[in-house]
């Protein structure tokens, strides 16, 4: 079941972000580079899922473990979609925070390493929620005129305030046609692999 869900979120988070994807197409030729740690940090403040997740009955686990990786899958979108050229890297050590509007949720992101690929450090936290932390790594970005591609595993750990833990292992890739216009079909895509397990006893890849 937790295999399904998964295959599930990977569909819609790729077809929602295909949408947002076009708008920014128009914009790609102007497009100042982003900063990657920042975009990371918005990203994780898109906890829907989280909340979901806490309010999970006992006995249906399964269905927790699947929104906590439908919320990495998410982040993992977020913070590559529309990239119009190599991310900006802070200097090891710079940290990036954000907020969401009413202070519910905090998000802070540190560079760590650039060679032999660049790495961070994140944490979220969301009130009444839970708390996501973890680490993640650019192993390739690839940018070929408007066709983008960028693989980013992430290994996390998220903590509910329920006593529910879930640990995600992804290795996932983001890629796209920045300047496509409007056709049938999708122009991004995520896909990729996510190792799951929880302190319920679930599994799942």
Same mark, same amino acid.
């Given at each position: 079941? %937790?295999?399904?869900?998964?295959? *599930? =979120? ?6 929602? +972000?295909? /949408? ?10 102007? &497009? ?6 920042? $975009? ?12 979901? =997740? ?7 686990? !399964?269905?927790?473990? /699947?929104?906590? &990786?439908?919320?990495?899958?998410? %982040? ?5 979609? +529309?990239? =119009? +050229? ?9 940290? $990036?925070?954000?907020?969401? +509007?009413? @202070? ?22 969301? $009130?009444?929620?839970? *708390? ?12 070929? @005129?408007? $066709? %983008? &591609?960028? *693989? ?8 509910? !305030? #329920? @006593? ?12 796209? #046609? ?15 692999? /996510?190792?799951? &397990?929880?302190? *319920? @006893? #679930?599994?799942?890849?």
């Amino acid at each position: 079941m %937790v295999n399904v869900v998964v295959r *599930r =979120a990977l569909g819609v988070v790729a077809l929602a +972000g295909g /949408a947002a994807l076009l708008n920014a197409s128009a914009r790609y030729a102007t &497009s100042k580079r982003m900063d990657a740690s920042q $975009k990371l940090a918005d990203a994780l403040l898109q906890w829907d899922r989280l909340k979901e =997740a806490s309010e999970v009955e006992d006995g249906e686990s !399964e269905a927790a473990l /699947a929104a906590c &990786s439908a919320y990495l899958i998410n %982040v993992a979108y977020q913070a590559a979609y +529309g990239m =119009a +050229g190599p991310p900006t890297i802070d200097a090891i050590g710079v940290e $990036k925070t954000a907020t969401t +509007g009413e @202070g519910e949720a905090t998000s802070s992101v540190i560079t760590t390493a650039h060679e032999p690929e660049t790495r961070w450090q994140f944490e979220m936290e969301a $009130k009444g929620t839970g *708390r996501v932390s973890g680490s993640r790594r650019l192993t390739s970005a690839r940018f070929t @005129g408007h $066709k %983008v &591609s960028m *693989r980013t595993p992430d290994t996390v750990s998220i903590r509910l !305030e #329920n @006593g529910y833990v879930a640990s995600i292992e992804s290795d996932l890739e983001f890629s796209g #046609n920045l300047l496509s216009a409007p056709i049938v079909g999708r122009t991004t895509a995520v896909f990729g692999t /996510a190792s799951l &397990s929880d302190n *319920r @006893g #679930n599994v799942g890849l």
